[in-house]
């Protein structure tokens, strides 16, 4: 079976001559079905260009796309893809239901499918109860909840979302990041921008970093935020001779001598260190091995490529 997204030397060309600019340089990117991508990167990266040349808003000035085995444009692979975008504007005069049975009539979906799909992305989006409201009266974060709505109304197959969680307080953070989990295991494959790292890093398999137009890392979460040699420990009544047998392993040490962080020579010493405290009688009420964060590997990765 191939791929969700198949992405070959994607790129996109603005301007002439000295003012020539690539908001997208040779992009190769492939993305299996049933994941969830991460598509991160600074502001004016190229991140929103790409989706829009995926979703032919724009088209590239060279390389080439597929979504779903299909070329990019493909009406049969467009019927299968939602989106939603980080700018938009909807008919605001709608209802709830309305704007979303405008959007399903879109798709060709039967009256009795319609009206049934309609109640479920209510429900999934939270507007069961604004369902008969006009859009116009709908807050920031209603607006993009509504938003997420029409883009899942088709039971996409690939799904596009561009800074979904851009307008809402953490409970609304929360379930959209429960919703995307909940379609990542129906198979839906998931390609999301966000500068929420934090909600990347607990939703995607896979991330990819972009910086001037070109990817300059890619790889699964898993591998890429990998555990440090980082101890963070609060500990009662640790003796001044178990403090300098840690010293003696230690590469450093911030903190005091009940809340502190200690750097390791390597892993194996992980261990030593709590054998240390452990039979030094004192009472030990945090011990926490520390992973490098996404946003750390994302700061190193700009700055790595000359940003």
């Known amino acids: 079976?191939?791929?969700?997204?198949?992405?070959?030397?994607?790129?996109?060309?603005?301007?002439?001559?000295?003012e020539e600019v690539k908001a997208v340089d040779g992009l190769d990117l492939s993305i299996g079905r049933g994941e969830v991508f991460g598509f991160l990167g600074p502001n004016g990266a190229g991140k929103t260009t790409t989706v829009q040349m995926l979703m032919q808003i724009i088209f590239p000035t060279s390389g080439q796309a597929r979504l779903l085995g299909s070329p990019i444009g493909d009406i049969s692979a467009?019927?299968?893809?939602?989106?939603?975008?980080e700018m938009f504007q909807f008919h605001d005069f709608l209802r709830a239901e309305e704007f979303l049975d405008f959007h399903a009539r879109l798709y060709g979906m039967p009256a009795a499918e319609r009206k049934r799909r309609i109640g479920e992305v209510l429900e999934l989006v939270g507007l069961k109860e604004s369902a008969r409201s006009r859009i116009r009266t709908y807050s920031k974060g209603m607006l993009q909840r509504i938003g997420i709505g029409q883009a899942i109304i088709n039971k996409p197959e690939v799904l596009f979302l561009d800074e979904p969680t851009s307008a809402l307080d953490p409970l609304g953070r929360r379930d959209v990041r429960d919703l995307i989990l909940s379609l990542r295991d129906e198979g839906t494959t998931v390609f999301l921008n966000s500068h929420l790292l934090s909600e990347v890093e607990m939703t995607c398999s896979q991330i990819g970093i972009l910086n001037k137009g070109k990817l300059i890392r890619l790889g699964d979460i898993e591998s890429l935020v990998q555990p440090t040699h980082c101890v963070d420990i609060r500990v009662e009544g640790l003796p001044a001779e178990a403090l300098d047998k840690i010293r003696k392993v230690a590469a450093n040490i911030e903190g005091n001598n009940g809340d502190m962080t200690v750097m390791l020579k390597d892993e194996a010493q992980v261990s030593l260190l709590a054998k240390i405290i452990m039979e030094s009688g004192a009472v030990l009420r945090e011990f926490t091995p520390r992973s490098q964060q996404l946003e750390e590997i994302f700061v190193q990765s700009i700055e790595e490529s000359g940003a």
């Open 78 to 85: 467009r019927e299968k893809i939602g989106y939603l975008p």
């Open 1 to 18: 079976m191939s791929a969700a997204i198949e992405i070959e030397g994607l790129t996109k060309v603005y301007g002439f001559g000295d």
